[in-house]
């Protein structure tokens, strides 16, 4: 292909709400030759998808220059092609080309996570997505041996008996760091109402919620339950 390999590498995956046509992939290209912040070797587009083999400008702020390029990519999108939701991720920095592939799917994964979890929506690199990483391969685990939460599961029949809401509280719960004030203000109840809940849901669930193993696996059941949904 006569292409110029640079020494490090990743893939940057941009997903459109509909399929890429001709006039879109002309702005595109466009758009990519009004940069310095990376440098693209090559590009190609699988109907919603638009992938960059790329090399940043400069290594030692690789994931900033990338960040950037991902931010101004998509602003662009939306003031020339009135394209609002296009989603852009970054997979690992490699120097290897035979992982070319894993760059790829981490930026898929990405993705994803981005859709699944808001929280997430403002990371742009697979590196930075934290124990999320880990989720794809735990949920196909746990579908595979089909593992179900007892504690969840006690706690998701009372909720669908009695029209109560102890899953979200103990997830909001656990995101706020086990701080029963910082989750009451999340949810918009008074703190007394939420240790309430909280009695109730250790009551009810079986769950020692001063107990660290206990709360970690309850967390990411939570976390993986979301991504069976979806």
């Known amino acids: 292909m006569h292409l110029s390999l640079p020494p490090a590498f990743y893939v940057m995956v941009f997903e459109f709400p509909e399929p890429i046509d001709d006039r879109q992939l002309q702005h595109i290209r466009y758009s990519m030759s009004d940069t310095q912040r990376i440098s693209v070797v090559c590009h190609a587009v699988d109907h919603r998808y638009f992938i960059l083999l790329a090399s940043p400008a ?27 939701s296009v989603t852009g991720a970054c997979g690992s920095l ?32 697979y590196e930075d997505l934290g124990f999320y990483r880990f989720l794809p391969p735990i949920y196909e685990y746990k579908q595979t041996h089909r593992m179900v939460n007892p504690h969840l599961q006690r ?25 029963a004030k910082d989750a009451a203000a999340a ?30 696996a309850l967390y990411i059941d939570l976390k993986t339950n979301k991504l069976i949904s979806n």
């Not at 390029?69 to 662009?76: A, C, R, V």
């Not at 930026?107 to 981005?114: D, E, G, N, S, Y």
């Not at 009695?162 to 701080?179: A, G, I, P, R, Y």
């Open 94 to 125: 490699l120097e290897d080309y035979s992982r070319v592939e894993t760059s790829y799917r981490e930026a898929l994964t990405l993705l994803r996570q981005k859709k699944v979890f808001p929280a997430q929506a403002g990371v742009d690199h």
């Open 155 to 179: 706690l998701s029949e009372y909720d669908r008996g009695h029209h109560t809401n102890l899953v979200e509280t103990l997830e909001v719960f656990l995101n706020s760091d086990s701080n």
């Open 58 to 84: 400069a290594f030692a702020s690789w994931k900033e220059h990338g960040a950037a390029f991902i931010g101004s990519f998509t602003k662009q999108m939306n003031n020339r092609l009135r394209v609002s």
């Open 187 to 216: 949810l918009h109840i008074h703190t007394n109402t939420m240790n309430y809940r909280l009695a109730r849901i250790a009551e009810i669930g079986d769950i020692d919620l001063k107990n660290m193993d206990q709360k970690v």
